[in-house]
């Protein structure tokens, strides 16, 4: 049972373009949804986060959006870079706790 | 600060060996974790410490033990290997528990069990 559900599997987007990553989420006790890059080779590395108390978090080009009642949230990465490209992971934990609970990924290709 | 890491970086195993997977870090960090990196999986939660001594089971802990005697270090012991364990793995840590911590993550061990 996939708790975290991502789409799409992977995306190409033109440099410049706008690239939009979506998860859902089944459990209604989570309440942080961080997501992750990955490059080639690396361990993950935290991008931007939010807490279900707010709809929208924007940290540069990087904006969260969540929608509560749909239990969806998707990162918008604005004027996409070719060295923006990597994997994505959305993820959700719940609690006073860090286990959290990864989608399976988006791969990013940010063609020049 | 070297943060998070993790060594061997590539490991190949026979079914039934026994191996270690180091992990340590720098930071001063409470928490630590290990988790499992599959093609079209994800990340999964294999075992968690809150601290020096207490240890946790995360999302798919069999095959796998770990102990926390010190802060900085955590180990993987993977007791009798199997090619299911074939997986990148990576280990993390935060400050402690609770929103908004931050988890680092190390640069994986890649296992590969034949």
């Known amino acids: 049972q996939q708790q975290v559900k991502q789409s799409p599997q992977s995306l190409i987007v033109q440099k410049g373009g706008i690239s939009i990553i979506n998860c859902a989420y089944e459990?209604?006790?989570?309440?942080?949804f961080p997501w992750y890059q990955q490059f080639p080779g690396k361990g993950p590395a935290l991008l931007i986060a939010?807490?279900?108390?707010?709809s929208e978090k924007k940290e540069g080009r990087f904006t969260i959006s969540f929608n509560k009642s749909a239990k969806q949230f998707s990162l918008h990465i604005m004027d996409s870079q070719p060295g923006d490209s990597a994997t994505y992971f959305c993820?959700?934990?719940?609690?006073?706790?860090?286990?959290?609970?990864f989608g399976t990924g988006t791969l990013l290709a940010v063609q020049p | 600060n070297a943060g998070v890491t993790q060594t061997p970086k590539f490991q190949v195993l026979k079914t039934g060996q026994s191996m270690t997977l180091q992990c340590a870090q720098d930071?001063?960090?409470?928490?630590m974790s290990w988790y499992r990196q599959d093609p079209g999986m994800g990340l999964r939660l294999i075992h968690y410490?809150?601290?020096?001594?207490?240890?946790d089971q995360g999302e798919v802990p069999n095959g796998y033990n770990v102990s926390r005697s010190t802060t900085e270090d955590f180990p993987l012991r993977l007791l009798s290997a199997a090619p299911s364990q074939t997986s990148v793995y990576f280990c993390?840590?935060?400050?402690?528990?609770?929103?908004?911590?931050?988890?680092?993550f190390g640069p994986g061990t890649r296992l590969t069990v034949l």
């Open positions: 459990n209604t006790a989570f309440d942080y």
């Open positions: 993390a840590s935060s400050y402690s528990i609770g929103l908004g911590n931050e988890q680092f």
């Open positions: 410490s809150v601290g020096a001594g207490i240890t």
């Open positions: 939010i807490r279900p108390d707010v």
């Open positions: 993820a959700a934990s719940k609690g006073a706790t860090n286990k959290l609970i």
């Open positions: 930071m001063n960090h409470e928490y």
